[in-house]
């Protein structure tokens, strides 16, 4: 089967000296293909774009995407950050996901598994991905410390020992920029 990179030159989007270029010292094909992106011979999207092509699989930017919350919610945020995914609609036992690659079986069935829905992959960037994961998955770690700062500020020996924290790094201030 032919590399994603084989798949643009086949289709004329980069030449095979362009490629043969890519390919030296790069050990796969990952390598290849961030190569090709930080060289400026395509985009990430281009990339992402032309594997969404070759696999059949429909390419989605997840920036202009409408996000629902309840939805990315259905995947445990640690199974997201694992493989790089992001669910981004359900539609009755459907769960359409937005993945790198959607040919990596074993995230497919890691979220057919823990959600017990049909899933639904298209491809998207990485890039995007893991600012969406970033942006709507905050770490449970971040949040059970912001609890634990703010269980301390409510304790009176917290006022009489310490200094009042700056308005930036008040315990709430986090809290409400976190939400």
Do not use: W
């Amino acid at each position: 089967m032919a590399s994603i990179a084989e798949f643009l030159v086949e289709k004329h989007r980069i030449t095979a000296d362009q490629l043969e270029a890519a390919k030296k010292g790069a050990g796969t094909e990952e390598q290849v293909n961030l190569r090709l992106i930080d060289g400026g011979v395509i985009t990430a999207t281009e990339l992402a774009q032309a594997l969404a092509e070759k696999t059949n699989v429909p390419f989605v930017s997840i920036k202009e995407f409408p996000v629902n919350r309840s939805t990315i919610s259905l995947v445990p945020a640690e199974l997201c950050r694992r493989h790089g995914l992001l669910p981004l609609e359900q539609r009755g036992n459907e769960l359409t996901l937005a993945m790198a690659d959607p040919s990596n079986v074993l995230a497919l069935d890691d979220v057919r598994a823990a959600t017990k829905m049909h899933v639904a992959p298209v491809v998207a960037t990485r890039d995007e991905i893991l600012a969406a994961i970033n942006t709507y998955l905050r770490s449970d770690a971040e949040l059970h410390s912001l609890s634990s700062e703010l269980e301390q500020v409510n304790r009176p020996e917290y006022n009489s020992v310490l200094e009042t924290p700056s308005e930036d790094s008040a315990p709430i201030v986090k809290f409400v920029n976190l939400l």
